[in-house]
């Protein structure tokens, strides 16, 4: 494993879940003797900036100026953000799983209904109101997934093609980053894809993914 592959790993979660949904994966990368964290934060009633400054104050309780991390969904946003606020933490290899980097139309229209706005919580606003942050300098991977089940395929029947149910696939695309591949998952079900857990292990350990691993 190269330097940066051996540094540790911080997984963050998404929209209105908790880091044990992300245990499934933590497991499997433990498993592939990846050093791994998963840190937990209230996504819905804190802002995307006051999330991000609160990831990088759980990195420096664990001593991690210098880490990889893998995010899901709004954790992907939540980790850049932290990138752009804070210079001091150097990320090697970031790992961006399903998140909606250029907008989230799924978002955009759950907005429209009755209380939409409430759920969606004051990340994902501030997100949607704000310009992206820009790619700090490190291997960044994204996997988009292409099965298309999932809430905002049930409430934006126009959600563009292909998507994973919630987020789509050209909502993913990053400038600057190294890799993106597409995998036959649904959002959700990231989660718990061992093929996704896989690509993970290549990206930390190779920075590519397939089949270096």
Same mark, same amino acid.
């Given at each position: 494993? &190269?330097?940066?592959?051996?540094?540790?790993?911080?997984?963050?979660?998404?929209?209105?879940?908790?880091?044990?949904?992300?245990?499934?994966?933590?497991?499997?990368?433990?498993?592939?003797?990846?050093?791994?964290?998963?840190? &937990?934060?209230?996504?819905?009633?804190?802002?995307?900036?006051?999330?991000?400054?609160?990831?990088?104050?759980?990195?420096?309780?664990?001593?991690?100026?210098?880490?990889?991390?893998?995010? /899901? &969904?709004?954790?992907?946003?939540?980790?850049?953000?932290?990138?752009?606020?804070?210079?001091?933490?150097?990320?090697?290899?970031?790992?961006?799983?399903?998140?909606?980097?250029?907008?989230?139309?799924?978002?955009?229209?759950?907005?429209?209904?009755?209380?939409?706005?409430?759920?969606?919580?004051?990340?994902?606003?501030?997100?949607?109101? +704000?310009?992206?942050?820009?790619? !700090?300098?490190?291997?960044?991977?994204?996997?988009?997934?292409?099965?298309?089940?999932?809430?905002?395929?049930?409430?934006?029947?126009?959600?563009?093609?292909?998507?994973?149910?919630?987020?789509?696939?050209?909502?993913?695309?990053?400038?600057?980053?190294?890799?993106?591949? +597409?995998? /036959?998952?649904?959002?959700?079900?990231?989660?718990?894809? &061992?093929?996704?857990?896989?690509?993970?292990?290549?990206?930390?350990? /190779?920075? !590519?993914?397939?089949?270096?691993?």
């Amino acid at each position: 494993m &190269s330097d940066a592959g051996a540094l540790p790993v911080i997984i963050v979660h998404g929209l209105w879940v908790q880091g044990l949904v992300m245990e499934y994966l933590a497991y499997q990368l433990k498993k592939d003797s990846f050093d791994v964290d998963t840190w &937990s934060y209230p996504t819905m009633h804190q802002t995307l900036s006051e999330n991000a400054d609160h990831l990088a104050a759980y990195c420096y309780s664990l001593g991690l100026q210098r880490l990889n991390l893998v995010a /899901h &969904s709004m954790g992907g946003l939540v980790a850049m953000k932290m990138l752009e606020r804070t210079p001091a933490i150097t990320c090697e290899r970031l790992l961006l799983i399903g998140t909606p980097y250029t907008d989230s139309a799924a978002a955009r229209r759950l907005a429209q209904f009755p209380g939409g706005d409430w759920l969606l919580g004051r990340s994902i606003r501030e997100w949607l109101e +704000e310009a992206r942050p820009q790619l !700090r300098a490190c291997q960044a991977g994204v996997i988009a997934g292409t099965r298309g089940i999932g809430l905002g395929a049930l409430i934006g029947a126009d959600l563009p093609q292909p998507h994973d149910g919630v987020v789509a696939v050209e909502e993913t695309a990053v400038p600057g980053i190294t890799e993106r591949i +597409e995998v /036959h998952v649904g959002h959700t079900e990231m989660l718990f894809s &061992s093929e996704v857990a896989r690509q993970c292990g290549a990206f930390l350990r /190779h920075g !590519r993914f397939g089949s270096a691993y």
